[in-house]
Each structure stands twice: as structure tokens, then as C-alpha cells.
């Protein structure tokens, strides 16, 4: 593999790691919030998220993968100036931009809960929630800027302490409401305002990361400044926009389908007669907790794949776009098919293990998991086509996706499946969108999947090892308890799934190559006769 392509998997491991971190957190944080404000507070708390996420998705997403791709694209051609000054102004539009729905936030919110049929607590939640954009706009940036210099370990860091000061902050704010006697929605709303903490704490981690780059930063760009440069706000707030809006839209495909639930699975489970639906959406939120830790390695495929495969296109190395795109597919599977198979058989043991007696939702995310195949290649292939170019093929992908599942979502959620139903959507929506993601990368990248060593092989490894994990979690929890038995089958199914991608030749000796620490471990492979000698 060439130096770029390994370039390419380091960044992408870096960002896994930090994104696998922060994704923890964020799980540790839903844990002792179901325990201080029970389902019901959950889904106060959940109900807005969707809708939240996809007014910042420019911002958390978009911005970083225009900035990061532009940036990559000057930086090929040594345009210092010029990408310093793309990232100055994209700052202030940015800040410009986030004000406007702090402003929405605040001063809409009773306009936001009418419109969409939300319970009147929902409110609290909206206000905790917003003064966040401002400091995700400004992180967005500063994540871009770092990613075009296919520098990762910014992006990683900044995620670590969002997430863990949103965890402290957000807890002890739901906490000490609910000592004061304020009530569950209240205390969701304090939940919600750990997130503009977070924002705080990632956009100073950022700053601080600039400011001791900022001395070698400005030399290089006052070496290549060129007066001859026409480049102004104006002219660069076009540009960003022009690309951001696709970008942003395609590659939150998460948050566009979480809002079709938003619009839809409480009023269509109430229409169906159900009671209890904030407790349900709530279940929900806790299922897609589970599905969110895999995803943070998806995404930092896709936050790698856009650069890199920007770079290969600017170049015009064809083979260098094809063993990218190979590789970027390869990973997604290689990660999505297991994720999927281990959520599905042991959904009710892992609610258990993290939720104790708040345990409810294990069937909605065992199906839910199926869709994680789905949901990583998707935005995988969408990294791809979002750096070759073709930025508004994955929107209208994703609005024929998002049409499918709310199709689903409408016939199944009132009848006897109820939230079941909308998991069931969940399938069928990211289906839809992986598969014409995957026939635009084939015919615009000329690109030709190689079925037996990218799907089948990862197939067989994980089959093998769904059949193992479940077995073993049987056999073990008739002797011991839920804890142990859980945490020691998914053990097994990791050494069982790598055995099996060693034997199947799945990965190779080249893969552990491009690893942190790789070649030492693949010498303690062979130590053992795993690869040869």
C-alpha cells in the first residue's frame, strides 16, 4: 500500500480512537441519567436531539469536510495564503451562521414544539441545548483546518474533552435539580446544557492547539502570499456554502433520519393509542447509544476518506482513488458487519449490563443493530463521493432513503410492532441509501468491489462469530452472572472474529502494517505461527 493510503488509516485510527473515547463517555453519561430521570426524562431529552442535530449538522459536519477538502486541495499546490484566509473567514461566517439559531433556539422554541406535536417539557431541554452551536461552529473550523492538513490528533482531542465535560457538567446539573425537587424536565434541560459546556471545553482544547502551530502556520503563509490573490469574505462564503450545504446534508445522514423519527414516532404512536410514547422514545434514544460507539469509527473513515480522496482526484491518480475507495469500503465492512451481528444476539445482556433495572428497549435495538452495516457503509461511500466531487448525489440518495423509512415508519410504528416498527424503518431507510451510494461510487469511480475478499470473507469471519458469542454467553450465564457473562463472550467474539480474518486471509500482514504499534503486534503474531515468518 502506498504512503498515502497508510497516511490515510493512521488518521482515520487516530480519530477512532478519540471518537471510541468520546462515544464511551457519551454512553457513560446516558447511563446514570436514565437512573437520576427514568425514560420519561430520557425522552425529554431525546425528543429535540434530531431535530438540534440536523440545524448544527453544518457546522459539526459539513464545515470540518468542506474546510478539510478545500484545504487539501490548496495545500497540493503549497497555497498556504490562500487556506489560512479560507479558514478566517469561514471563523466569522461560521459564528455569524451558529448565532442565528442560538437566537432560533431561545426565541422559538414554544413555535418548534407546537409545529412538531412535542410534549410542552420538551422546552427545557431546547434551552439547554442552545447556546451549543455557537461553539460547535467555532470547533467545526478549527477541526477542518487541522483534518486538510491530514492532522487528526486535534480533531481527536478536542472530542475527548467535549464529551467529558459534557458528561460532568450535564450530570451534576441533573442532579442537583433533581435534589432541589425541580422535576424531570427541568433536569433534562440541565442534562441538555452539558453540551454547551462541552462545547466550551472542545473550542479551548482547539485554540490552544492553534495557537502553538500559529508561529510556523504564519510562515509558511506569508512566503506564499501572492498580492495578485483575489480572495475575500465574500467570495469565500459562496464557495464554503455552495459546498457545505451538500456536504452537510449527505454526510448527517444520521441526524436526517433521526429527524424523520423525530417528526413522525410520537404522533403516529399516539395515533396508534399508545400512552406511553416518551417512554418509548426514550428506549429508542437508548438503543441508539449502543449503535453511536461503532459509528464514531464510521465517521472517522468518512472525515479521512473526503481529504484523502480529494487529494488523489486533484492529483489525478486514478489508482490511487481506486485503492482508497477499496479500502475505505473494505474498513466499513470489516467494522460493520460484526457491530451489527454482536448488538443483535446480546441487545438484552448489554441493556442489562449498562442499564441495570432500566433495561427496557433490548428488542428495538437488536433490530436497530442490523442496520449498522447499512449505516457505515453508507456514510463511508458518502466520504468518497463527497471528495471526488459529486457532492449532491448522497442528498438526493438520502432523500429517497429518508422517503423510504418514513414510509415504513407511517404504516408499521401505530399497528402491533409500535417503536419496533420504526427500528424496522431504520433498516430499510440506510439500505436504501448504502446501496445507490455504492452504484454512484461503482460508475462515477470506475470502481469494481472485489466481492470475495471485501464481502465474503468478513461475512463467513463474522458469522462464525456470532454463532460462537451467542453460544459461549448461553453456556457462561447458566454459572455466573449477566455482567461477567456479557463482557467475556463480546472478549471472545473479538478473538474469534480476528482469528477467523487471519484464517479467511480477510486482513494481512500489510494491514497490521498500518496500525499504531502494528509491527510489534504482527511480531507477536508470529511468534505464535499466526503469519508466517
Not at 415508519?409 to 417503536?419: A, D, E, F, K
Amino acid at each position: 500500500m502506498s504512503e498515502h493510503g497508510k497516511k490515510f488509516v493512521k488518521g482515520a485510527i487516530i480519530l477512532s480512537i478519540g471518537g471510541i473515547i468520546a462515544k464511551i463517555l457519551s454512553a457513560f453519561f446516558r447511563i446514570p441519567l436514565t437512573h437520576l430521570i427514568g425514560d420519561t426524562g430520557l425522552g425529554y431529552y431525546q425528543i429535540p436531539y434530531p431535530i438540534y442535530t440536523m440545524m448544527t449538522s453544518i457546522s459539526y459536519v459539513g464545515i470540518p469536510s468542506t474546510i478539510s477538502k478545500i484545504i487539501s486541495g490548496k495545500l497540493v499546490h503549497k497555497k498556504y495564503y490562500e487556506a489560512h484566509k479560507v479558514f478566517q473567514y469561514t471563523l466569522l461566517l461560521l459564528f455569524m451562521v451558529s448565532g442565528i439559531v442560538t437566537l432560533f433556539m431561545f426565541f422559538g422554541a414554544d413555535w418548534l414544539i407546537e409545529s412538531q406535536n412535542w410534549f410542552p417539557e420538551v422546552k427545557y431541554s431546547i434551552w439547554g441545548l442552545a447556546l451549543s452551536p455557537i461553539f460547535i461552529g467555532i470547533m467545526g473550523v478549527f477541526r477542518g483546518y487541522f483534518q486538510g492538513m491530514q492532522e487528526m490528533f486535534p480533531t481527536a482531542t478536542s472530542q475527548i474533552a467535549e464529551s467529558f465535560s459534557r458528561t460532568i457538567i450535564g450530570l451534576g446539573a441533573a442532579y442537583i435539580i433533581m435534589k432541589l425537587g425541580y422535576g424531570v424536565a427541568i433536569a433534562a434541560g440541565g442534562a441538555a446544557f452539558g453540551g454547551v459546556a462541552g462545547g466550551v471545553a472542545g473550542t479551548i482544547v482547539l485554540v490552544w492547539t492553534y495557537l502553538k502551530k500559529r508561529k510556523d502556520i504564519l510562515k509558511k503563509v506569508k512566503e506564499s502570499k501572492n498580492t495578485n490573490t483575489n480572495i475575500t469574505f465574500f467570495n469565500v462564503s459562496k464557495n464554503i456554502i455552495k459546498i457545505t450545504f451538500p456536504i452537510s446534508i449527505g454526510a448527517s445522514v444520521l441526524s436526517v433520519m433521526n429527524g424523520v423519527d423525530s417528526a413522525l414516532v410520537v404522533k403516529r404512536l399516539i395515533y396508534g393509542g399508545r400512552s406511553n410514547a416518551a417512554d418509548l422514545v426514550g428506549q429508542m434514544g437508548k438503543a441508539s447509544t449502543f449503535i453511536s460507539i461503532p459509528l464514531a469509527l464510521a465517521m472517522a473513515l468518512v472525515v479521512g476518506l473526503v481529504p484523502a480522496t480529494a487529494e488523489a482526484v486533484e492529483k489525478k491518480d486514478k489508482q490511487e482513488l481506486k485503492d482508497k475507495i477499496e479500502l475505505g469500503t473494505r474498513f466499513a465492512l470489516l467494522l460493520g458487519l460484526p457491530s451489527a451481528a454482536g448488538l443483535c444476539v446480546l441487545a438484552q445482556p448489554a441493556m442489562s449490563l449498562i442499564y441495570g433495572k432500566y433495561d427496557a428497549g433490548a428488542e428495538v435495538l437488536s433490530i436497530m443493530s442490523i442496520s449498522l452495516v447499512f449505516i457505515i457503509l453508507g456514510q463511508t461511500l458518502t466520504g468518497i463521493l463527497q471528495g471526488m466531487g459529486h457532492l449532491y448525489i448522497p442528498v438526493v440518495n438520502l432523500v429517497i432513503a429518508a422517503i423510504g423509512k418514513g414510509i415504513i415508519n407511517y404504516m408499521l410504528v401505530p399497528g402491533p410492532l409500535g417503536i419496533n416498527g420504526a427500528a424496522i424503518g431504520t433498516i430499510v431507510g440506510y439500505g436504501i441509501f448504502a446501496v445507490l451510494n455504492y452504484l454512484a461510487v461503482r460508475k462515477y469511480g470506475e470502481f469494481k468491489l472485489n466481492f470475495t475478499h471485501v464481502i465474503l470473507k468478513p461475512t463467513i469471519s463474522a458469522l462464525i462469530m456470532t454463532g460462537v458469542t451467542f453460544g459461549f454467553y448461553r453456556l457462561l450465564s447458566s454459572f455466573t452472572g449477566n455482567s461477567i457473562s456479557t463482557l467475556a463472550s463480546i472478549l471472545v467474539g473479538v478473538i474469534v472474529y480476528v482469528s477467523m480474518l487471519i484464517m479467511t486471509g480477510a486482513i494481512s500482514e500489510e494491514d497490521f502494517s498500518m496500525l499504531p504499534q502494528g509491527n510489534k503486534i504482527l511480531s507477536i503474531l508470529k511468534k505464535f505461527n499466526i503469519f508466517s515468518s
